[in-house]
């Protein structure tokens, strides 16, 4: 893959990025209740932000 | 067992360890074998971004906000997405000019000014002062806290100024001071590489991170059964519950989200610490591919255990203990003395980690781009005729590391003691998010100029201190609180919390909406208002164009005037020292082929500017231009012949784009003509081979022929039954020869695209009857039984009659050739197209054999002893006739199990 394809891979996720944490789609998840016991905002954030590392890693090694 | 002396001497031992993780990390480096040269190291540097901050504070945070302390670190995981844009590219950038420093990186982008690596650097040190008096605040609390051990005591705020020397912080920030000066300023290193330093951050970074892993692990799996049980606790408590879906309560709401967010982008950016080792220090291009996911993840690791520790903080504790301290007063309650201790060294690594890098950064920068050009300007310093000035240069820096944290600890003691650790770190954020638009338009943006730089820092700056760090001196009682409540002098719509009224938001948002409108406003609008100047265009585009320069070009071809060697070596000397002098011009001297100092080098553009990068090293490009100017007669170019230089480079980059399109056809249109070539040779060799072989073919019978009649000439007294039997083998033989010549005229026929095809619908059926019908008679001389099987109501296929009768002719002579007794012949209907099979018993065919039994004269001749009847052509033939109507021909076979040749016809 070329620089360029990569950089706009690295774009796109940061734009995804973006969307992902931020109003509205964050207020989607700011309700009561729970995930496995752990609060829904909570379980939402950490697991958003872990999927958008397993994608740059993935960009990356490419 | 967790008295003062204790901590205090377990403070020491670890600063000792670090110290000789430093120590060991330069010796290696010196020998030319670093040991921080791998991506790991790398990503661990960067994780100083995680302070006292982030180990204290978050939870801090967390505890009144919940979810508030996240974007500090989401922030920067969106930003370092971009990072294989915008950082390889600064990165790149800094290394082709031996940048020093994000104030020599600014300077340099705008003409190498000195103003703005002056400017810079005020408001990196002014708005970087509450981050490190965050730092020392939290060293202090935590050892004054694990002192009280077993009780647990808050400190109390004393706010008074003149018992310094009973003071912990300020011992702590002289000891830092210390600590730092042995860290950074050893040694005075050309490309401001600090590898021990690195090396021991990277170790911090493990330590910090273990030490908090371990709290949370403790509070949730210890005092709790898991994230479920502590959650549903904290959900069961009324003033908690409030705070599970946090967003909406929180001032500012999504607004405040959002700001934080941005502002920790610039932040991962910008902050002096974070720029001298994402930049400064990295060794390779390379290792950020990792490090682009590495350090999220790292930030992630450090953050799954704050809400756990705040609530169960929260929950456990009794109310008045300082949520900023949760993560050490928890283990303290729990008698957890090892854990405690390992807390506070882990702040302490946090803590320390942060001040050393942030010092060395700012230091370098006040050295080399405030001080050193104003002292370079002062002729009645006479620094010019020094000879050695490295050690001015180290004395410079070693004065600002103890003067940055002693007013760091200013700060601390004038404001920070009533604010919380977060709260005092985001106003720091908020200083350098101000380098944002002219770093990012730096490198994007040729028309950015020296004076548009300088409006946009001054008036973010002035905005930033006025609605930041004003009210932060007013809270502390510093300022009349009047001054926030009604504006100065009474003027409502100057209030620094409200300015024109914009009302509602938070602090850091609202001083981040005003200072960006000013900063970019300024920065675009004087840019576009006045042309640059030469120097500003040329080095526009030596920042913009990176990608497109070779390193040694960059600059040289932008210079002409006179200058002598010796005078650039002197100057080089005693900046560096003659040792490093004396390498970097053996160096310049190798890379054109010449050996100094036996050759004399000539003072042209490529060796000034080589002499210039060097020194920019030392000193930052501000200074070295000063340096190198005094010592060098340079004639100033013209605003227009920058630009003629820069279109002309432009042209030849043009040029030499389509030179290298057209040298592509041309590769191609050679690759094309080679394949046609090597077609051709393959045709030649194939015609050679098929004369010499049917050469042979024809003389094989023509000279039994002649033998025998020559037998029968001379001898006419041959019995008759001896000469029937020669004239039978004659008639074979001319048989024989009739049948290859009708097939290599047939052959050449087809080949040649010269033979008559009769095209109707065939019903292959009647063939196959009929050519088993006609060779009945050779079946039964031999012996042999043959089964057919001809369903009915198959397909009939678009062929040619008789040349399909000639491949079953071809097909069952052959099998009747080699087979044992018995034929199978059987036909059948595929998807879309007819199928016959032709098996035989008889030897089979070796599967090295199979490929070739359809080339010409090619025959699986070990298959019997003797070489075997017919032409060779038939099967080749035979296979040209049925792909000539759309079909496939193939054989397999397993040796000793007999041969089954098929073809196919389309339906």
């Keep these: 893959m070329n620089d360029e394809t990569k950089a706009q891979r690295f774009v796109a996720l940061c734009m995804l990025g973006l969307v992902l944490f931020n109003f509205p789609i964050l207020a989607l998840f700011n309700v009561p209740g729970t995930l496995l016991g752990v609060p829904v905002l909570y379980a939402y954030l950490f697991i958003a932000w872990a999927a958008l590392i397993a994608l740059m890693a993935l960009v990356a090694n490419r | 067992m967790l008295q003062g002396p204790v901590i205090i001497l377990a403070a020491f031992a670890y600063l000792g360890l670090l110290f000789a ?16 040269a791998n991506a790991y190291v790398y990503s661990l540097s960067l994780a100083v971004y995680a302070t006292a901050w982030t180990f204290y504070g978050s939870v801090g945070r967390a505890a009144s906000d919940g979810v508030g302390f996240l974007p500090i670190y989401i922030g920067p995981t969106l930003m370092i997405a971009l990072w294989w844009v915008v950082m390889r590219k600064i990165l790149r950038i800094s290394k082709q000019n031996r940048i020093t420093s994000l104030a020599d990186f600014v300077a340099s982008r705008y003409g190498k000014s000195a ?64 600590f730092t000066i042995a860290f950074g300023t050893r040694h005075l290193d050309a490309a401001e590489h600090h590898q021990g330093m690195v090396a021991a951050i990277a170790f911090e970074s493990l330590v910090k991170l273990l030490a908090f892993l371990a709290v949370g692990v403790f509070v949730t799996f210890g005092l709790y059964n898991g994230f479920g049980d502590l959650f549903g606790r904290a959900a069961a408590e009324p003033r908690l519950a409030a705070m599970l879906t946090p967003l909406e309560g929180v001032a500012g709401g999504y607004a405040s989200w959002v700001w934080l967010t941005i502002l920790s982008m610039m932040a991962i950016m910008f902050l002096p ?19 682009i996911w590495l350090f999220p993840l790292y930030m992630l690791a450090i953050n799954v255990f704050v809400l756990p520790i705040a609530f169960g903080g929260l929950l456990h504790l009794p109310a008045g203990v300082d949520a900023d301290t949760f993560v050490l007063t928890l283990p303290m309650a729990e008698k957890q003395e090892a854990l405690a201790l390992l807390v506070f060294i882990g702040g302490l690594s946090a803590a320390t980690g942060m001040v050393i890098v942030e010092t060395i950064a700012l230091s370098t920068m006040v050295c080399n781009d405030l001080l050193m050009p104003v002292l370079l300007r002062m002729k009645r310093l006479r620094l010019n005729e020094q000879p050695d000035l490295t050690g001015l240069l180290l004395g410079i820096r070693r004065g600002a590391i103890v003067l940055i944290l002693l007013l760091g600890y200013l700060y601390f003691k004038l404001a920070g003691e009533a604010y919380a650790l977060v709260s005092i770190g985001l106003i720091s954020f908020a200083a350098v998010a101000q380098f944002a638009p002219v770093v990012l338009g730096g490198i994007f943006w040729k028309g950015g100029t020296r004076r548009g730089a300088i409006a946009a820092l001054l008036a973010g700056f002035a905005v930033w201190f006025y609605t930041l760090l004003l009210p932060a001196l007013a809270r ?110 053996r160096e310049y001297a190798a890379s054109r082929g010449l050996r100094w100092p036996q050759d004399r080098l000539e003072a042209d553009a490529a060796l000034v500017h080589h002499a210039e990068r060097q020194l920019a090293g030392a000193l930052g490009a501000a200074s070295a231009r000063v340096m190198i100017a005094s010592v060098v007669k340079e004639e100033a170019l013209s605003i227009g012949e920058v630009r003629e230089i820069l279109d002309e480079a432009s042209q030849v980059v043009l040029y030499s784009h389509r030179l290298e399109q057209k040298s592509r056809e041309l590769e191609a249109a050679t690759a094309e003509l080679r394949g046609a070539n090597e077609r051709l040779t393959e045709l030649d060799r194939l015609k050679d081979d098929f004369v010499s072989t049917i050469t042979h ?22 019995e008759q039954e001896q000469r029937a039997r020669f004239l039978g083998i004659i008639t074979k033989e001319t048989e024989r020869l009739t049948r290859l010549i009708n097939q290599v005229l047939d052959l050449s026929r087809i080949e040649s695209g010269r033979a008559e095809w009769h095209e109707s619908s065939v019903d292959m059926r009647e063939v196959v009857a009929d050519t088993v019908t006609g060779m009945s008679r050779v079946f039964e001389e031999r012996n042999i039984s043959v089964e057919v099987s001809l369903p009915e109501g198959v397909q009939r296929v678009k062929a040619d009659v008789d040349r399909m009768i000639q491949v079953m002719l071809n097909l069952l002579s052959n099998a009747a050739k080699f087979c044992r007794g018995r034929i199978e012949i059987a036909l059948s209907e595929q998807a879309g197209a007819l199928r016959v099979d032709v098996r035989d018993n008889g ?20 298959s019997l002893a003797a070489k075997p009847q017919g032409s060779g052509l038939g099967l080749h033939i035979s296979r040209q006739i049925v792909e000539h109507f759309g079909g496939r021909m193939w054989v397999e076979s397993a040796p000793g199990h007999g041969a089954c040749f098929s073809f196919t016809l389309p339906t």
């Design chain 2, 273 to 291: 610490r974070q720029f001298q080792v994402t930049v400064i220090e990295n060794l390779d291009e390379r290792h950020l591919s990792k490090a």
């Design chain 2, 697 to 718: 073919e024809l003389r094989t019978p023509l000279t039994s022929i002649r033998a025998f009649t020559q037998i029968l000439l001379e001898n006419p007294d041959v």
């Design chain 2, 476 to 585: 502390s009682g510093w300022l009349p609180l009047g001054l926030l409540e009604h504006g100065p002098f009474g003027i409502e719509l100057l209030k620094p919390l409200a300015l024109f009224g914009l009302s509602g938001l938070d602090q850091i948002t609202h001083a981040m909406i005003w200072s960006m409108i000013a900063n970019i406003g300024a920065y675009v609008g004087v840019s576009l208002s006045a042309a640059p100047s030469a120097e500003e265009h040329r080095q526009a585009s030596v920042f913009v164009d990176v990608f497109r320069q070779s390193p040694e070009t960059g600059g040289a071809r932008f210079w002409r005037g006179t200058a002598s060697a010796p005078d650039l070596y002197n100057v080089l000397a005693r900046f560096i020292g003659s040792a490093g002098a004396e390498e970097s011009f």
């Design chain 2, 21 to 36: 993780i430093a120590f060991y990390a330069d010796k290696r480096a010196d020998a030319g074998r670093p040991v921080i």
């Design chain 2, 843 to 862: 030897p089979g065919i070796d599967p090295a054999d199979q490929k070739v039994v359809f080339d010409k004269f090619r025959q699986a001749s070990d």
């Design chain 2, 115 to 178: 103003a703005i690596g002056g400017l810079v650097t005020v408001i990196a040190v002014i708005g970087i002062l509450p981050y490190i008096s965050l730092q020392l605040k939290a060293v202090s609390a935590s050892f004054e806290i694990l002192v009280q051990y077993p009780s647990i005591t808050m400190p109390e705020p004393d706010g008074t100024l003149h018992i310094f020397f009973n003071d912990t912080p300020f011992w702590i920030a002289l000891i830092l001071a210390a």
